[in-house]
Every structure is written in C-alpha cells, then in structure tokens.
C-alpha cells in the first residue's frame, strides 16, 4: 500500500544539524512532488518545505530559509531534510507528505495525501 | 501569505448532531481549498479537497463547500470517531497556509 515513513528525528542542541528521510512505497515515487510539514507540541499545522517531482524547483518558508534543504533522491524513493543551525523553535514533529493533485476547467488543485507518521525533532539547551 | 481564519476553536457536540466548521481565507482561493482530520498523536488526513471533492473512503456523512473567500465543512450525523480535530488549508499560492484548527470535543 501507498506509505511514507520517516526517520531521523532525536533531541538535539541548538545551533546543531540533523537530516530526515522519507521512505516511500506503494507507488511511483519520481511522479509526485513531496512536502515537509510540521507541528510544535500542541499547536497547529506548519508547511516547511516543496520540492517538485523531479527536484527542479524548491521552496521554503521563510523562518527556514538559508537553514534548511530539502532534497530527493528518485532512485532510493527517499525525500530528504537537512536542518542547519536549528532553533528551539524549530521543536516539532516533522511530517513527510505527498502532494496530490487533478486539473480540472483550467485549474490544478493539489492537497497533501499521504501522511507519514511523523517524527519528533526537539532542540533543547 | 494567505491567512485561514477557522471558526470556532472549539465545538463540544453529541453523537447524531449535525455540525458545520467555516473557514474564511484573507483573500479569494477559488475552490483552492482542503480539509483534514487529525486525531491525538496521529498524522492528519485529507477529508475534502477543491472545496467540496469527497476524498475516495471518507464517509459521506462528510461534505465541504464555499468558494472565495467562505467555506464549510459539515458533518450531517456525528459518530464517535469524528471527534478530533479538524484544519482547513489552501492552495491556492505558496506558501501553502493552514487555518489554526477547530477541535471537536464530546459534550
């Protein structure tokens, strides 16, 4: 069946490194871009990161701008974070997701489906 | 970037009831607009998406609707597993942006 599962996830200290990994299966990995999202203890849901299917374009949002890379690597069916200089901000479960999408009248609407199960990333003095 | 304002925060309701949860976007999204599901430390999953598109498996006591900038998630009669909490989220632009959440509680 369709699934991502991600690794990588540990209690580290700011201003220090740590990569994630997604291992997908089910499906074909090289046809769909993939997103990081992530969620601080207790609060909402926060889009990190974008890389298109092919990796050509990549996009981030700001507070992790110049910090963090996202990357992938079609042969392995695996997407990639590398988190540099990490905050005590960035402390959040950090979730792989598919983009989904269909065109229709002109337009293309996209929608994340699916999640992995997240994994934990805590920056703490 | 495009702000998902949901209403309410929270909502206690009883198994059976019909309940709605709007969420209005700072500016049109046409029908750039998802719903998920989130229960307690597991991943969220997409219930609606393109506004009102009932995602393959989801139960079709689940609808969405609206378009612009006012949309809804409504579901006709409550079952016990509905209880979590719900986001809505557009995109329509990047950076993809999510409402704050509405939590549905058991009265």
């Known amino acids: 069946q369709v699934q991502l599962v991600e690794s990588g996830g540990g209690v580290v200290q700011p201003g220090t490194s740590l990569r994630l990994s997604c291992a997908a299966s089910?499906?074909?990995?090289?046809?769909?871009?993939f997103h990081w999202v992530r969620q601080a203890p207790g609060k909402g849901l926060e889009w990190v990161a974008l890389?298109?299917?092919?990796?050509?374009?990549?996009n981030y949002t700001e507070s992790v701008k110049g910090r963090f890379t996202i990357s992938r690597d079609n042969s392995k069916n695996t997407l990639y974070l590398q988190m540099n200089s990490l905050r005590v901000e960035d402390t959040a479960v950090y979730y792989c997701?598919?983009?989904?999408?269909?065109?229709?009248?002109?337009?293309?609407?996209?929608?994340?489906?699916?999640w992995g199960q997240g994994t934990l990333v805590t920056v703490s003095p | 970037d495009i702000q998902m304002t949901q209403s309410p925060s929270s909502l206690s309701a009883s198994v059976g009831d019909r309940i709605t949860i709007t969420c209005r976007a700072s500016?049109?999204?046409?029908?750039?607009l998802n719903w998920y599901q989130q229960k307690p430390g597991k991943a969220p999953k997409v219930l609606i998406y393109?506004?009102?598109n009932l995602q393959t498996g989801v139960p079709s006591r689940f609808s969405g609707s609206g378009s612009g900038t006012d949309f809804a998630l409504t579901i006709s009669s409550l079952q016990s597993e509905d209880f979590a909490t719900y986001y809505c989220?557009?995109?329509?632009?990047?950076?993809?942006?999510f409402g704050q959440g509405t939590r549905l509680e058991m009265k």
């Open positions: 089910g499906f074909t990995f090289s046809s769909n871009g």
């Open positions: 393109a506004a009102s």
């Open positions: 500016q049109s999204i046409s029908a750039f």
């Open positions: 890389i298109w299917y092919d990796g050509s374009k990549k």
């Open positions: 997701v598919r983009d989904q999408g269909y065109c229709s009248g002109g337009n293309c609407y996209e929608w994340f489906d699916p």
């Open positions: 989220q557009q995109s329509f632009s990047i950076p993809t942006t």
